[in-house]
């Protein structure tokens, strides 16, 4: 799903995926699977939103593959995440995810939101939003807006690959 073709589909997906009752906040997306940071008024509506959005990415990847049936092997994982620390690792994992599995990266991972984000301890990214406008939409609670960065801002570093 990292391929030149098929990760603007995975893009455009996540995109149009967030409503008022399910946002997509980050995401960074592998080989073969994508990691998500939502926020969703309730479990219905995370339900909801995640269908949608599975829904829309599989029929984008079926058609630019000419192919048909399903795309994803297994159902979502979730994990609500209730502390300012746990906001945090969620967020290194997630922005950081292809360290973790051995790619080798420029300092912000192409195949996810962090050219978007605004934490970075060592790097503010200057992204041209008119040129490139987020794929995710800004959170709306205290945790994933400011209650992490109680823990410190992230480094490009924190998290290693598996070599």
């Not at 073969?32 to 939502?38: E, P, T």
């Not at 790619?103 to 996810?112: F, G, H, I, M, N």
């Not at 962090?114 to 992204?127: C, K, L």
Request: charged share 30%; proline share 4%; with cysteine.
């Amino acid at each position: 799903m990292r391929r030149a073709r098929l990760y603007p589909l995975i893009e455009a997906a996540i995109a149009a995926s967030s409503r008022s009752d399910f946002r997509l906040v980050h995401f960074s997306v592998q080989g073969d699977h994508v990691h998500l940071v939502a926020e969703a008024h309730d479990k219905d509506a995370l339900s909801s939103g995640m269908r949608g959005l599975m829904i829309r990415a599989a029929r984008a990847l079926n058609r630019a593959c000419e192919r048909s049936g399903p795309v994803w092997a297994d159902r979502y994982h979730c994990r609500e995440l209730r502390t300012p620390r746990e906001v945090r690792r969620a967020l290194a994992y997630v922005l950081l995810n292809a360290r973790k599995h051995g790619r080798e990266v420029a300092a912000l991972d192409p195949c996810s939101s962090a050219r978007w984000f605004d934490g970075w301890r060592d790097h503010s990214p200057v992204v041209d939003l008119a040129v490139d406008p987020p794929a995710v939409v800004a959170s709306r609670t205290w945790l994933l807006d400011a209650g992490w960065r109680r823990h410190g801002l992230l480094r490009f570093d924190e998290v290693r690959s598996r070599t």
